[in-house]
């Protein structure tokens, strides 16, 4: 073989060398790309896939929010009954304390006074009764008010206690007010049927509030308006309204009276005075003279 022919084949096995370089280059590049393309695809679908999942998981948030909006809803709601509800059980709870203090305030009686029959004789000159009385006022406790004690001489066995009697409004009663929670009494004076009203005896002094309403040894400001001027008070609305008063009269009570027996005279919150027989008069000293 020639030199030429040498280098002819050596040129010929290099071309073949650089085109299997080119074609293996070639391939491994469209491999690649191949590969690479196919990659892309792949993370494109879980793309897809995630971005599905992601809108599946915020409709799912969005539906639980409605429905704890909802839930909240209704809670507030529950709540707000509740808390009406509970209003209005302690709106009936005080109603019921105050109706059930006014119910017991008009059931209870105040015992005011005792009047005792001392004894009784007969007078022949008008052919009637003299009756010896004792007269007392009594406290809450049913102790007798100091310097109260007063005996008189009735013409009669009907004795007869002639009151002013002062009515508060019912809301008074029922919310227990302090100086309107119950009825007021003065006693104006105490005679026999043989007698007439203006000629008997003077019991409480006219206006100055009875003692045993006293809790001090002045009258309240309230008691002092009503008994003041008692029957201005009786006459005027306006006045009765601003005091909270729905009633202010007279009333003239009695009872026939036994020798050496005692009586009750008691009071209502409501204003009603009664006169009683106690079991037994309570031992006392006839009067002299």
Do not use: C
């Amino acid at each position: 073989m020639s030199a030429i022919e040498s280098i002819a084949t050596i040129n010929s096995l290099i071309r073949t060398l650089l085109v299997l370089a080119v074609v293996g280059g070639a391939s491994m590049i469209g491999w690649e790309t191949y590969q690479s393309m196919h990659e892309s695809k792949g993370q494109q679908q879980e793309l897809r896939e995630a971005r599905t999942r992601l809108k599946d998981t915020n409709e799912q948030l969005d539906s639980t929010q409605k429905e704890l909006e909802s839930v909240q809803a209704n809670l507030n709601v529950r709540t707000a009954e509740i808390s009406k509800l509970h209003d209005q059980l302690r709106e009936q709870e005080l109603r019921y304390r105050r109706l059930d203090t006014a119910m017991r305030l008009l059931k209870v009686d105040r015992r005011a006074a005792r009047l005792t029959v001392l004894k009784q004789d007969q007078d022949t000159e008008s052919d009637s009764v003299i009756s010896e009385i004792e007269f007392v006022e009594i406290d809450d406790r049913g102790e007798e008010v100091a310097e109260t004690k007063r005996q008189f001489s009735i013409q009669g066995d009907l004795v007869y206690i002639d009151s002013w009697i002062v009515k508060f409004e019912d809301k008074y009663v029922e919310q227990s007010d302090l100086h309107r929670s119950t009825s007021l009494v003065l006693f104006k004076r105490i005679f026999g049927e043989k007698q007439k009203p203006i000629d008997g005896f003077v019991l409480d002094q006219e206006g100055v509030a009875p003692r045993v309403y006293r809790r001090d040894e002045k009258s309240n400001d309230l008691e002092s308006k009503v008994f003041g001027d008692f029957w201005d008070v009786a006459n005027d609305s306006e006045k009765q309204n601003a005091l909270g008063i729905r009633a202010a009269h007279g009333t003239a009570d009695y009872i026939k009276v036994e020798a050496e027996k005692s009586y009750r005279v008691e009071i209502r919150a409501s204003g009603d005075v009664t006169i009683v027989p106690e079991p037994a008069a309570p031992p006392t000293n006839a009067p002299t003279g």
